[in-house]
């Protein structure tokens, strides 16, 4: 399967849709990539390979297949991976239908009407895609383009049914379908531009906060009290950025524990490396990475189907991850080298160093991508390093560690804990110095911000509390009582 994975990997720089123009037409050209016939490879190929595409009315498609057999571009319904047991074939509605295209061979078709539709192979019926069509008069670029053209982002048009948003950990703007809006919304994604934006949330709505209870063996939602027993000795946990999945490490049992939040039940247990530390998801939610101590390995899961489809080697004890807002780099703190490991998340390879300090524990990285944030057992400082350069621009002393660090949607502000002492240090993104310690209880260590930026929630180890800040006023507003040992928070909408 390996062998597979990186023969799709490499249709990576081939898949770009090749377009000529004539004086009416375009000519697009999609590849039926190299094993798309191989269910089990359907994530794998859709991570890197889009599902659906938009081209104008009038324009000419070309299908060319590169996979070694035959498939078909049939209209109609395919069926999912989970229907195959009981469906073994899709439902064609007799609009277009190319036939059998063997290996090397194409097969073209021009879409005249606007609208949107599904295709997929009556060989392999779980492959299935779409083609959206659209009005040639009404065709406007894509958001990036505009942007490249040098439209502000708050001026970026949108295609008809379609507006604007920007996301809410990096404030990039997408052109999204009018019905998913206020879905968006509720995620804590904005609906208008600022460099330091009040994340738009939907009315009462209050964010779920996950919690590691490292003493009592659970991890817990501190609103609803809800409890699920998991692993021994449970270190850290990250949410999708919807919320709707949670995984979790238990470090002494080297499994992953993986929980449909939507239903509010366990799903399963992965087996990793030895002795799992931090786990991170990607942006897309297609992907998480995992950090293995004494394996020196990140274990790469497959959030479809939940299986470990990798294992990257990056040196003598990685411990924590985060992944660049863009989603294509990930940075691992190297505690056993005193280094950052810089993963390639296409090709799923190493690619780098940085060299940052003594004993790099966790780390963050800012909304714009531009600054990353490293958290220093050794020297109990936070090295802030430019990534245009990848150099250390500044080192700046913080409580006893070891530590937590987060930085908010919103950008402004930087949180730091040190489980060996009791203090929160609060650093400016501007002047990168310390402009608060906040008094928090003995132990704290997890802390995160809400997707609106406005509360902290920071697990004090010691005192068994969640002790909850007000992030413009740097004051105490609450404690809450979760359970024994508040190890780790996750929030979702805040990476």
């Not at 697009?28 to 794998?44: E, K, L, N």
């Not at 991976?81 to 469906?87: D, R």
């Not at 036939?99 to 019926?125: A, K, M, R, V």
């Not at 293995?292 to 294992?311: A, F």
Request: hydrophobic share 35%; charged share 20%.
């Amino acid at each position: 399967m390996m062998m597979n994975l990186f023969l799709v990997l490499s249709l990576v720089a081939l898949f770009s849709i090749l377009m000529t123009s004539e004086a009416h037409a375009s000519h697009f050209t999609i590849p039926i990539p190299q094993d798309d016939h191989i269910s089990g490879m359907r994530s794998v190929i859709d991570f890197y390979v889009p599902r659906s595409h938009s081209v104008n009315a009038g324009d000419v498609i070309t299908w060319t297949n590169e996979d070694s057999i035959p498939h078909t571009i049939t209209s109609g319904k395919g069926t999912s991976l989970v229907k195959q047991l009981k469906e073994s074939e899709g439902k064609p509605d007799g609009f277009f239908d190319s036939g059998i295209i063997n290996p090397q061979e194409s097969w073209s078709f021009t879409f005249s009407d606007p609208g949107q539709y599904t295709y997929y192979c009556t060989l392999h019926p779980w492959v299935e895609r779409s083609i959206t069509i659209l009005e040639s008069e009404h065709k406007i670029p894509s958001p990036r383009v505009q942007i490249e053209e040098g439209v502000k982002p708050y001026d970026i048009k949108c295609n008809l049914d379609y507006s604007l948003v920007f996301k809410s950990w990096d404030l990039k703007p997408v052109c999204i379908k009018s019905e998913h809006m206020q879905r968006l919304m509720d995620f804590g994604w904005a609906s208008t531009y600022d460099p330091y934006p009040m994340i738009v949330t939907a009315p009462d709505a209050k964010d779920k906060t996950y919690v590691i209870l490292q003493g009592d063996d659970k991890v817990s939602e501190i609103f609803s009290e809800k409890k699920w027993k998991s692993g021994p000795n449970m270190t850290y946990l990250d949410s999708s950025m919807d919320g709707s999945l949670l995984l979790a490490a238990s470090s002494q049992s080297d499994t992953i524990y993986a929980f449909d939040m939507e239903s509010g039940e366990p799903i399963k247990e992965i087996a990793v490396g030895k002795t799992p530390k931090g786990v991170k998801i990607h942006p897309t939610g297609k992907i998480a990475f995992v950090a293995n101590e004494n394996s020196g390995m990140i274990s790469v899961i497959n959030l479809d189907t939940l299986d470990v489809i990798k294992e990257i080697q990056v040196g003598n004890l990685p411990h924590n991850i985060v992944f660049h807002p863009n989603g294509l780099e990930a940075f691992v703190t190297i505690q056993g080298e005193d280094k950052i490991a810089i993963i390639d998340v296409n090709s799923l390879e190493k690619t780098g160093f940085i060299q940052v300090g003594n004993l790099p524990h966790n780390l963050d990285i800012t909304p714009d991508g531009n600054t990353l944030f490293v958290t220093n057992i050794g020297s109990n400082d936070v090295a802030v390093i430019d990534l245009g350069d990848k150099e250390i621009i500044k080192r700046i002393h913080v409580s006893q560690g070891h530590h937590g660090i987060d930085i908010p949607p919103t950008g402004n502000r930087i949180f730091v804990s040190g489980i060996g002492d009791d203090k929160i240090s609060v650093i400016d993104t501007t002047s990168f110095e310390v402009i608060k310690q906040i008094t928090v209880g003995k132990g704290p260590h997890g802390l995160r911000t809400d997707s609106s930026g406005i509360k902290l929630y920071v697990g004090v180890t010691q005192t068994n509390e969640i002790v909850v800040i007000d992030t413009e006023i740097l004051e105490i507003t609450d404690r809450l009582n979760p359970g024994n040992t508040p190890f780790w928070v996750a929030i979702p909408g805040n990476p």
